[in-house]
């Protein structure tokens, strides 16, 4: 896995949990693999999430850093996303968030992977419009 941490600052005790799922059968490809992207969306759905509470209203995903799956996951794990905002610009923003899972029958979480998104905040005409000022 590409270690972002080098050029991003990763402010671990801003992250906070967005989404718990199950992995569910319908998640798998034909050899019964749970489907990176299946993860992936479940990650854009996360910093979706954050971008639109932000932004207060519509965002869209406009990129995504590299991702490197370090873990797989398995039909039945408890997949937990959490994220933070690294970097909010005028327009655009940038969220981190990592994907860990925890079997049915334990305790131990284990990360699976992690990525940067790269929003915008867009109006009713899906056109770029300014972030609004950060509420305290």
Do not use: C
């Not at 479940?42 to 995504?64: E, L, Y």
């Not at 860990?100 to 029958?105: D, Y």
Request: glycine share 6%; charged share 25%.
């Amino acid at each position: 896995m590409t270690d972002d941490t080098a050029t991003m600052p990763i402010d671990y005790a801003r992250l906070v949990p967005v989404i718990r799922t199950i992995a569910m059968p319908h998640d798998t490809n034909p050899a019964g693999d749970i489907f990176g992207g299946w993860l992936m969306s479940q990650m854009d759905m996360a910093a979706g999430n954050i971008a639109t509470k932000r932004a207060r209203g519509r965002a869209a995903t406009i990129a995504v850093d590299s991702m490197s799956f370090v873990s797989p996951v398995f039909v039945g794990d408890e997949v937990s996303l959490y994220g933070h905002i690294v970097s909010a610009g005028r327009t655009s923003m940038r969220i981190f968030v990592e994907a860990w899972r925890r079997s049915r029958e334990g305790d131990e979480m284990i990360k699976v992977t992690q990525a940067t998104f790269t929003f915008v905040a867009i109006d009713e005409h899906r056109k770029p419009r300014p972030l609004p000022d950060e509420t305290p």
